[in-house]
């Protein structure tokens, strides 16, 4: 997908956004996002099934899960999520975890213009690698975003709307 390299109309604000809204539908969680030429690969646990018998049998069975979102699926969850929320911005109790979270994870990363981006979860927590040009070459960068860094995030954004992007606070690793 190579966001900055093709169309104006995408970020990654809304394009993680767009992803984090249908992993909220697939009740996905521990989530691994790898950026591909052609789009983004996702990876996580999903609960299936859940029966009326014994105990552990009534959590269901998680297995890992992993999707391939190429381009055109991108166009048709930003258009589904921008319909869902109409012209109107829902407030943050109306989106889903996931949602909110790549959502201000997208924020930063179209701050920072990264040309490839690869993260990962662990009980809330993300960290994100990000591919830079610099003067000597290419190099990666880390950066980490605890669970509060996400909530403080996610309560700062309304704030935040309209107005030109604040730099988050993440913690470079």
Known sequence: MRIYDGSPRQDFEEVLRSIGAFLDQRNMKEV???EAPDGF???GLVTSGSATGGWSESL???SKETLTFIDDDIARFM???LARRGTTTLPAATEGHYEQAF???GRYLDEQRPHD????EQSG???VRMLHATQTGKQHTLTEFTREDIEGLVAR??????KEPAAPAAKPS
């Open 32 to 34: 691994l996002l790898l």
């Open 41 to 43: 690969i996702v990876q």
């Open 60 to 62: 269901g069975v998680e």
């Open 79 to 81: 258009e589904e999520a």
């Open 103 to 105: 959502r201000v994870i």
């Open 117 to 120: 981006v690869f993260f990962f």
């Open 125 to 127: 927590a993300f960290v």
């Open 157 to 162: 954004g309304p704030s935040l709307r309209g």
